[in-house]
């Protein structure tokens, strides 16, 4: 299963604690958002746009120490990831100044 860590706003909306495990096909950013959204409609809207479903502005995707922001979301996930072994790491960024 693929384990994701969201931030605790969308936690909080999708009334969770923790991580939540996506199904074990999704390989994929693009799939793990899919299942989230099947899973927890709520949070449709919240990572990424309804329409284009480009990720928001302040969200990042990290993994294995990594930013997968700016990746492809339709490329495969790091190995340790698809494996069950790091999550898959949704981050609500801060900016300010």
């Known amino acids: 299963m ?33 299942a989230l959204e099947d899973r927890y409609p709520v949070l449709r809207g919240t990572i990424r746009d309804h329409a284009s479903k480009a990720r928001r502005p302040f969200i990042r ?5 990594e930013d997968l922001s700016h990746e492809p979301v339709e490329g495969l996930l790091p190995d340790a990831v698809r494996q069950g072994r790091e999550p898959l790491i949704v981050l609500g960024a801060i900016a300010g100044g």
């Open 2 to 34: 693929i384990r994701v860590v969201l931030p605790a706003h969308l936690r909080t909306l999708a009334g969770l604690e923790g991580e939540v495990c996506c199904a074990p096909l999704a390989e994929t950013i693009e799939g793990v958002l899919d």
């Open 61 to 65: 995707f990290f993994a294995c120490e």
